[in-house]
């Protein structure tokens, strides 16, 4: 039931782009991002509620396309701040209200 | 505004010593979240509360957990007797509307022996 991210990991960059792809087997109500730095807590990113909803925060973004059951996270012109590790969290719908996480995208940014 | 606050930040204790984590949610908030992170099976929920009352703790492992949550700014995860599965980094998040952008502790990092 845990949502599958891809990949796993990804080092690039800095200025270079990043798309984060997160897909479940199950109906989706919502996604939600969060990303992780080393040694810290998971910081929320956004929310995107099913009906193909792109929402944006600085330079990230992100779809959420409801009939094939993923969601994106693009990461464009990526500066240094954006190296951890993002996870998608997944509302599947019709049932408890609770986030089941992926295990995680480990993004590098390089100077 | 303070963050969420867990106590105690590092915690190495023997198998079979209870163990007891605490959490203060954000002032406000009506949701609370435990959740264990290890590597193998990442970040888990365990349970939820929603004002005060749990909502669903069907991640909660075994019998050896429970959990409390006796007022709006305070919350106790026990674990009793604790085995070396246990080791992992337990998190509290809190959030204003449901499970919708919650805000995570620092964590207790768990080892035991």
């Known amino acids: 039931q845990q949502p599958v991210q891809s990949p796993q990991a990804v080092i690039l960059r800095e200025g270079e782009d990043a798309v984060i792809n997160c897909s479940s087997s199950k109906a989706l109500y919502s996604v939600h991002w969060y990303r992780q730095k080393h040694g810290e807590a998971p910081v929320f990113l956004m929310i995107l509620l099913k009906g193909g909803e792109q929402k944006g925060h600085e330079k990230i973004s992100a779809s959420f396309n409801e009939k094939k059951q993923q969601s994106s996270l693009y990461l464009t012109a990526s500066q240094l701040s954006y190296s951890g590790t993002y996870f998608c969290?997944?509302?599947?719908?019709?049932?408890?209200?609770?986030?089941?996480f992926g295990s995680g995208t480990q993004l590098t940014v390089l100077p | 505004d303070a963050g969420v606050i867990q106590s105690p930040r590092h915690e190495v204790t023997e198998m079979g010593q209870e163990v007891t984590l605490r959490c203060k949610p954000i002032s406000g908030h009506n949701s609370l979240f435990w959740y264990r992170q290890t590597m193998m099976r990442g970040l888990e929920l365990l349970i939820y509360f929603n004002n005060n009352v749990p909502i669903d703790d069907s991640g909660m492992p075994e019998d050896r957990f429970s959990a409390k949550m006796p007022n709006a700014s305070f919350s106790t995860l026990k674990i009793q007797p604790s085995e070396p599965r246990d080791s992992a980094v337990y998190f509290c998040?809190?959030?204003?509307?449901?499970?919708?952008?919650?805000?995570f502790g620092p964590g207790t990092r768990l080892t035991v022996t």
């Open positions: 969290g997944t509302e599947y719908s019709g049932s408890a209200r609770q986030l089941t």
């Open positions: 998040a809190s959030s204003l509307r449901g499970i919708y952008e919650q805000y």
